[in-house]
């Protein structure tokens, strides 16, 4: 089997410092949310999926259920709101962006975006459930929390811009 790599430091001391009550699910590697799912015995809606935008200029992190995909032009409407901002253009960035501006793996993307200086927006649909699975940034450690705990860490904006997939 292979070994596992450990837990980010920076964002263990970040909950620590934070006094969130979470937990650490170390699992197998996985590189999508559904494969977490599979591998931690979660349901779909359970998982949060982390994805890097970029909405014009600006970079954010979008949180949404694993059974949903990505409605850009809700977004640009949901972030143009918050920001006071008309947002023009939402896309998802290369993977180059996340080496680059991040200094993190392709893939690696954490649930965290405070970590990275990024403003976060979740999808409402996320509330329904009490506690989510969080990305760490570790293809083999999740963050299991309350959704609300991770609200207000993250100060997520809230909104609707996903779809359920078919």
């Given at each position: ?6 837990f ?12 969130i ?9 996985v590189?999508t949310a ?12 359970e ?28 977004l ?5 709101g918050?920001t006071?901002?008309k947002v ?12 680059g ?7 690696a993307m954490?649930?965290?975006?405070s970590?990275h200086?990024?403003?976060v ?8 459930v ?14 299991e929390?309350?959704v609300?705990?991770f609200?207000?860490?993250?100060k ?5 811009f ?5």
């Amino acid at each position: 089997m292979k070994k596992l790599l450990k837990f980010p430091s920076k964002l263990a001391k970040y909950l620590e410092k934070a006094k969130i009550k979470h937990n650490v699910l170390a699992h197998k590697t996985v590189y999508t949310a559904y494969d977490a799912a599979a591998t931690m015995g979660k349901k779909l809606n359970e998982i949060a999926k982390s994805l890097l935008v970029l909405a014009d200029k600006d970079y954010y992190l979008a949180i949404l259920p694993a059974d949903h995909n990505l409605d850009f032009k809700k977004l640009a409407r949901l972030i143009g709101g918050a920001t006071g901002k008309k947002v023009k253009a939402v896309k998802i960035p290369g993977e180059e962006v996340m080496k680059g501006l991040l200094k993190i793996k392709a893939g690696a993307m954490s649930a965290f975006g405070s970590l990275h200086k990024l403003p976060v927006v979740m999808e409402n649909k996320l509330t329904k459930v009490k506690k989510a699975v969080f990305s760490s940034g570790s293809f083999n450690h999740s963050v299991e929390m309350a959704v609300k705990d991770f609200i207000k860490l993250e100060k997520a904006i809230l909104g609707s811009f996903g779809n359920k997939k078919k």
